[in-house]
């Protein structure tokens, strides 16, 4: 009996040495939040009359939609921002491919940043879907924080075909903080 203790002793006792490590508590300071919220930017829809006039005639190509982005504004976003996911969808019935290209510009006008993206024509006037998932990371992220508005430019690529349908332009961020 006495064999039996001493052996459950002397393993009690190698666990309590064998077992001791220091903790580091220095490593809460590298400890980091991050936390992901959406958010609708920008919507609206065009049709024929954005392009063409009563008669028929070719107005203008390009269309030009302006958002003020007043939440890249404050100091928090500037410095906590790590990453940013846009999602476009772009649902098309005209008869001609459009190309949008979104800029990023400072108060200035000058463009910070820019994504340029395709919707497809509809050849038969059913509704035809673009979708876009758009990450922005790093020096682009400045970028961003730094522009005080959003342009969306629309560019009818016309093909001789009538100008009959309309275009709805939906877009989102999921945006990433880190604190």
């Known amino acids: 009996m006495k064999l039996r203790f001493t052996h459950f002793l002397f393993l009690l006792t190698g666990l309590f040495l064998g077992c001791s490590e220091q903790v580091d508590f220095d490593q809460a300071n590298e400890v980091s939040l991050t936390s992901t919220q ?8 065009l049709n024929q ?44 019935t005209f008869p001609q491919d459009l190309t949008a290209v979104i800029k990023f510009n400072d108060s200035a006008g000058v463009t910070r940043e820019s994504i340029a993206l395709e919707a497809a024509g509809s050849p038969d006037g059913t509704e035809v879907i673009s979708e876009y998932e758009v990450v922005k990371e790093g020096a682009a992220i400045d970028n961003i924080t730094n522009a005080d508005n959003v342009l969306v430019e629309y560019y009818l690529n016309t ?13 989102k961020a999921a945006y990433t903080v880190e604190l």
């Open 38 to 45: 959406d958010i609708d930017l920008v919507y609206f829809t």
């Open 49 to 92: 009359d954005t392009f063409v006039d009563g008669t028929g005639q070719l107005q203008q190509t390009g269309v030009v939609e302006a958002v003020k982005l007043d939440f890249l504004d404050d100091p928090f976003f500037q410095n906590h921002l790590i990453k940013i996911v846009f999602a476009f969808k772009m649902t098309n």
């Open 159 to 171: 093909e001789g075909s009538p100008i009959v349908g309309s275009l709805t332009f939906e877009s």
